[in-house]
């Protein structure tokens, strides 16, 4: 068997939670997103703890287009592909560059900042995104930002939720177009992940551990979609992120 990490018991407890957050998000809470990142780049780094995810979020796709390949936009993913998959070689570069993790997880901070400025002005003012002109600069620019985001901190679900409501994405059809979009980019991220040294037999043999987690959070993400509105409930993760952001960048 492959060496597992070495972990504490509430280590153990917290990749357990982040990887069943890994399931709720690809059940229809993009805004959970925030669980996973922060807790695996809290535990192991921001630059290895992104690679520790990614397998499992190829696992957590698999599961959501099984579960909602039917309502799949065909069109908008064929839009948002191409340069979400040059957002990821210009992600992937960005990593290269910066080996330095006193460095990179300050950055990861700040893009979670960001993201979460993104989601608050969503909950706020719908308006301003719900406007936004369905041109293909438009999707050119989400979708390098996307690709850019998911290939550094895996967190571009926040920008595919504002992408989908934009152009007026139904819940169910943006959760089979994402769940496609995800699978396609995080595959295509993975030689990537691999060749900066992001994922190994120990990462792997964590992941393989935590694929039961991945589908229990698929089912209670499904079970949370009849009984938490999801304002509340992202706005709960936003309190959460801010904080855990500034403890990235090192304000505490």
Known sequence: MLPLPELAPIEWLLVAIGAMGIGVAKAGFPGISYVYIITFALLFGAR???GIVLPMLVVGDVLAVATFKRHANWHYIRQMLPPACLGVIAGATSMWLIRDDGVFTPLIGWIVVALTVMQLLNLWRPAIFAGAPHTPVFAWGMGLLAGWTSMLAN??????ALFGLAVGLPKFEFVGTSAWFFLVVNVFKLPFSWGLGLIGDSSLSLNLVLVPAIGLGMLVGRWLTHVV?????????????AVAALRLIGVF
Do not use: C, S
Request: hydrophobic share 60%; no cysteine; glycine share 14%.
């Open 48 to 50: 290895e703890g992104a």
């Open 155 to 160: 967190g571009a679900g926040p920008i595919i």
């Open 229 to 241: 509105p999801q304002r509340l409930f992202d706005a709960l993760l936003l309190l959460f992120a």
